[in-house]
């Protein structure tokens, strides 16, 4: 009997109707266009700008849309997983509001939080659940708000995050396809460099936190751009390696868009033609836990059953890892 694999059988997106471009910004900060493409490659990003509405907005109408092209019932549905760095409230989870309002009232669900490296770990979540046999499947999402927690006088970090969701449905495989392998790491000495200071159980909520602005995003933009460079690129040529695949047998790498510079390092170690490397930061910036399923959901046309992929994303805390699979339909 062939062995069992977790392979994606579904893709679904949503982002926002405004564009935050990068003329706009250089109306609320001291910037400009030029400076942001040259080191980001970021054109415009995607803002929720609606009162009342969060990331489980953003989740649900993303989760929609794979439902409605997968024509599934979502009494199908065994788990739901929120990747998500900014959930719609402390303590309640994201995902069961999620789940609740798809109508998968049969699954249970919880959110999954690795900053840029949620989804990616959502993934070998995922996959574990489907592999074990005890769930067939398993509704994976990569959702952020950023705009939540972006300081936009702060011109470090308001140029480079949007808001959006992707979803990614888990079913078993058994034609050797879907996930193959996985490289994950993380490494708790890099919490300082990417962070929101305020808001959590070490630093509660004050008028003094939030007259200091500690409830907006922070990033050590030099230190970042460093361990990212180096560890995404080093995942990536890690799990070629160990599966044996040359650049000639990755039909596609699917990196985090976090900094097109950061993308063309890890390319450029694996030695991936650009025209293999999925990319979509210049219409949406870094959507954080939603970068990787927008990418598949913006490819999803050009994708062939058998193709190749490597995963590779890094975030703060530190996490980063890259993930091996093969694809497992035609559009």
Excluded at 162 to 176: H, S
Aim: with cysteine; charged share 20%; glycine share 8%.
């Amino acid at each position: 009997m062939s062995r069992k694999t977790a392979a994606i059988t579904a893709v679904g997106s949503y982002v926002p109707d405004f564009i935050l471009t990068n003329e706009i910004l250089e109306t609320l900060v001291d910037t400009n266009d030029e400076w942001i493409t040259t080191r980001t490659g970021i054109k415009e990003r995607r803002i929720l700008k609606e009162d009342g509405l969060g990331t489980s907005y953003l989740a649900i109408k993303a989760a929609e849309q794979l439902l409605s092209k997968r024509n599934l019932d979502p009494l199908e549905i065994d788990l739901v997983i929120v990747a998500t760095a900014t959930p719609d409230m402390m303590v309640a989870a994201t995902a069961a509001y999620v789940a609740t309002e798809i109508g998968a009232v049969n699954a249970f669900a919880y959110d999954l939080h690795a900053a840029c490296s949620s989804f990616l770990y959502g993934m070998s979540t995922a996959s574990s659940y489907i592999e074990s046999g005890r769930y067939k499947k398993v509704l994976l999402i990569g959702a952020d708000k950023m705009s939540s927690i972006v300081d936009y006088t702060d011109r470090t970090t308001c140029i480079i995050f949007g808001d959006g969701a992707g979803a990614v449905l888990f079913e078993p495989n058994t034609e050797g396809l879907g996930l193959q392998d996985e490289y994950l790491r993380s490494d708790g000495l890099g919490r300082n460099f990417l962070k929101m200071d305020a808001g959590g159980s070490l630093l509660p909520a004050s008028e003094e936190t939030v007259k200091n602005r500690q409830h907006f995003i922070y990033q050590d933009g030099k230190s970042v751009f460093k361990f990212a460079v180096t560890n995404m690129a080093n995942a990536a040529a890690k799990i070629m390696e160990r599966n044996e695949l040359t650049h000639e047998d990755v039909n596609w790498l699917v990196p985090h868009q976090a900094n097109k510079r950061i993308i063309d390092a890890t390319s450029n170690r694996m030695g991936v033609d650009d025209s293999k490397v999925m990319m979509n930061i210049q219409k949406y910036g870094n959507t954080t836990s939603a970068t990787l399923p927008l990418l598949l959901s913006d490819y999803e046309n050009q994708l062939k059953k058998g193709d190749n992929l490597v995963f590779a994303a890094f975030g703060g805390g530190f996490t980063w890892g890259s993930i091996y699979l093969k694809w497992a339909y035609n559009s």
